[in-house]
Structure formats: structure tokens, C-alpha cells
């Protein structure tokens, strides 16, 4: 059973690097120096975008990005609510902002984001995908959350996390004699 919640924990981290690094701009490589790592110098330059534009909702999105990425969280929050504050209905940054809380532990709150997401659009499969996770996995209503990932299911029944959500299915309703 341990099994599964880590390779869902593995999956959902594989989802959302994956989302955010398809919804990054190709930069420029840059010279750098032992002491100052690409990542932090990437994270450098998008600050500095944000402070330049603060009104566009793309830095911020990229600024998210590269936090979620470095598993800076709590800093990706913070860019991610200026994101949503300038584009609202911006269903992968709520499933992105939504994956940060998760990633602080702050799961009723990334179970009502996702909500919210799915609302906008019924049809985004991981929006569905982290929602069954987080709510299977981190929240024990193993029913609720089988439901979200057979959703998923539906809507991507051959991709790559196919498999994983199929076990993490089987996980969840092997393990809940009345559904929780």
C-alpha cells in the first residue's frame, strides 16, 4: 500500500514538473559560475522579470514555474496567487497553485483549487489526476478520489500515467471497504 501512495507521490510530482515545463519560454543559456547554480540564477532572472512587469501574468506564471520545479512551494504560492489574481480563470495555474499547497501540506486547500480548476473546465485530466490523488492519497476518502482518477482515466486512457492511475484505482478501492 506504501508502494502506491509513493509511486502516486512520484507520479504527481512527474505531472506537475511536466506542466510547467511545457508552459516555459525557451531562455537563452547563460554563463554561470560554480558558486551560483542555473536554477538559482534562472529563479534570479524571473524575480527580476516580476518586479519589472508586475501587472503581466506571464512572469509571474514562469516565476511559479521554476519555484513548483525547485519544490520551493511556499515561494511558488506567492507567484501563482499574483498570477490567478491578474488571469482568474487560468486553469493550469490553479492546478499548479493548488499542487503547491499540497506540496505545504495544506491539502483542503488544494482540493478546493483543483475544484475551482475543474469547474472552469470539467475536461482537464490532471486537474482530475491530482484532485483523486490528493484526496485518495492525503485525505483518506478513498471513493472520492477513485472516482477523480477513473475521470482521469476517461479522458486519457492511454497515456503515459495511465498505468499509475489505473494501480492507484485499484489501491484505492482494494482498500476501502465502504468506499471511506
Given at each position: ?12 510530482v512527474t ?44 512572469v509571474w ?107 492507484a484505482v ?11
Amino acid at each position: 500500500m506504501k508502494k502506491i501512495a509513493v509511486i502516486m507521490t512520484i507520479l504527481f510530482v512527474t505531472l506537475t514538473t511536466i506542466g510547467c515545463k511545457q508552459q516555459e519560454q525557451k531562455q537563452q543559456q547563460v554563463n554561470y559560475t560554480p558558486a551560483s547554480p542555473p536554477v538559482l540564477m534562472e529563479i534570479d532572472q524571473r524575480q527580476q522579470a516580476a518586479r519589472m512587469t508586475p501587472k503581466n501574468p506571464e512572469v509571474w506564471i514562469n516565476l511559479g514555474n521554476v519555484l513548483m520545479d525547485s519544490q520551493r512551494f511556499s515561494e511558488a504560492v506567492d507567484a501563482y496567487e499574483k498570477a490567478i489574481a491578474l488571469e482568474p480563470k487560468n486553469v493550469n495555474v490553479l492546478v499548479d497553485l493548488g499542487t503547491c499547497y499540497r506540496g505545504i501540506g495544506k491539502f483542503d486547500k488544494a482540493v478546493e483549487l483543483y475544484r475551482k480548476a475543474l469547474k472552469i473546465n470539467p475536461a482537464f485530466p490532471n486537474g482530475h489526476l491530482n484532485l483523486g490523488v490528493v484526496l485518495g492519497f492525503d485525505l483518506h476518502k478513498n471513493a472520492e478520489g477513485a472516482k477523480e482518477i477513473k475521470r482521469f482515466l476517461e479522458l486519457v486512457p492511454n497515456g503515459p500515467q495511465s498505468d499509475q492511475a489505473r494501480q492507484a484505482v485499484q489501491e484505492l478501492t482494494a482498500g476501502s471497504p465502504a468506499g471511506k
